[in-house]
């Protein structure tokens, strides 16, 4: 069991920067990958961004890759999304996750509530 609680979001404008954190409790949050999600009402969830159990491996969208860069900090129990250059059309609500996959969600068991980031033009 293992809970998560995203926070960071907010307004910015486009060309900035924001930095997403993820807070894990209720089990070892070093056994899991963890996966950053985002969704757009009308639209899939799509996959951000992931990050392996030993942090040697991480994975990336191809619309953020370059921009975006994703660490986790076993020993507090946090997963972090440093995000640059924000465009509007990163606008969603941020979700953050908790399992055994890469990019498919269907291979996360665990997920936050989601935090809401809008980017300005």
């Known amino acids: 069991q293992v809970q998560l609680v995203e926070s960071g979001g907010g307004l910015v404008q486009a060309g900035g920067s924001l930095r997403l954190s993820c807070a894990a409790s209720?089990?070892?949050?070093?056994?899991?990958?963890m996966g950053w999600f985002r969704q757009t009402p009308g639209k899939e969830r799509e996959f951000v961004a992931s990050?392996?159990?030993?942090?040697?491996?991480?994975y990336y969208a191809d619309s953020v890759k370059g921009r975006f860069t994703i660490s986790r900090d076993n020993a507090q129990n946090t997963m972090h999304l440093q995000m640059n250059s924000l465009k509007p059309e990163d606008t969603a609500v941020y979700y953050c996750?908790?399992?055994?996959?890469?990019?498919?969600?269907?291979?996360?068991?665990?997920w936050g509530q989601g935090t809401q980031v809008t980017v300005s033009s």
């Open positions: 996750a908790a399992g055994y996959g890469a990019s498919d969600p269907r291979f996360y068991s665990y």
């Open positions: 209720g089990s070892t949050f070093s056994s899991y990958f």
């Open positions: 990050i392996n159990r030993s942090s040697g491996g991480t």
